[in-house]
């Protein structure tokens, strides 16, 4: 009786410190949505890092873009639309979006013109119990997905090559990255010859494979930047420019994104977001990608090109920043440089802007973190659509025949997808070069 007594008045001090926390309407902070249940949270605190929307340099270069549209249901789940932590994402040579379904072990197809789900592939059934990560979808529409738990790759064939919108696939046997072994797998990206580039987490290493699985012997990427420091730290994101013969690849813990050569995998002694100094390969200044240690958040991530503009998530933000290749200022020069360099006149950098909002209820908080991993708080109920919580991926399509570009965003803890449209991204920027 006793026992039963001391779980019963614990049980009461549980709820009226619940009830103590839930924050009024009053309270609530601006741009959050309206919590879909009478469910008790506790209140927003902004956590131990700063906000990088309280920085007056970096909030100069925002873009008024707003979300065109929002997929899936902003909840955890199995339904037919329940995404539960998206973090890869690309676009086919159809214009359709291709996302993983991490927990629920599948992928799903969307039309992001009318917000409709095509299709999904794979399942719990079919997929080991790893943690899909990143995919990317070959000229012949073979889709390639990254498992980071299993350090494998699978591979899913479309059953009818000649459908204009295929949506039953078959689970090759094959093992696309030939066997390989790989301590953190996760960006992956393929080229119109079908080459298959790879990014290592723990390894610091991006590998190139030809379609065969076979590894390309003149690839020739460094692992160290030097004596002791590697290149790479826990990268993700990577991105293919085969005009310019160059891939990039964000390193997320030194906050910078990279430039290698992509037939050789040489260093092109370039970066974005941060300064160079080529004697040693040193990284410095002040990041135009935020983040921290501290705890242990990183950023940028995700990487995409369309129309000579690189996409780059910033993860620790919520932001979605924007360069423009083709100027050559925008490389070896931190936040501090180009804003210097957009006094006279915005533009002349290369730095473009960002759009995107730090959301309110986030990973960084780690009680909320605690939480939100077991799905007992749902960061979408506070975060309106565009303040992306941990945004993981970014993916682009241009359609020639409408003149409209869609930039498609994973808001992982969210559990949705955000599309945004290029046009408004050039009008909020007063583009001339669209």
Known sequence: MLRVGL???????????????????????????????????????PGPVKSPELDPQRERYRLAVEPYRVLGSGKPGN???????????????????????????????????????????????????GELVDLAVAPDGTVLVTDEKLGRAYAFAPKDKAALDPTEYTLLPRDPLGGDAYKKLGGIAIDAESNIYTVDAELNEVRKYRSTGQREPAWQFPIQRAAREPFLKNAEGIALDEGRQTLYVASEFDYVVHLFDLKTGHFLNKTIGARLDPKDNAISGKRVFSGSWAIFSGSPEGLSLMRDYLFAV??????VHVFDITNPAVFNRDLDDLAELDRAGRGRSGYVGFFGHTPVISLENQAYKKLIRKHELNPAEYNSPGYLCSPDSVATYYDGKENEGYIAVADQCNYRIVVYRWSQVVQAAGLTRS
């Open 7 to 45: 779980v019963s008045r614990f049980a009461s001090l549980l709820a009226s410190l619940a009830a103590a926390l839930l924050p009024s309407d009053a309270a609530r902070v601006p741009g959050q949505a309206t919590p879909s249940g009478p469910r008790a949270y506790p209140p927003f605190q």
């Open 79 to 129: 339904g037919p639309e329940d995404i539960v932590d998206p973090d890869g994402l690309a676009f086919d040579r159809r214009g359709r979006l291709w996302a993983t379904d991490a927990q629920n072990r599948r992928l799903q197809i969307w039309d992001v013109k009318t917000g409709t789900q095509r299709a999904r592939v794979g399942s719990a059934e079919t997929l080991p119990q």
């Open 314 to 319: 910033d993860e620790f933000a919520g932001h």
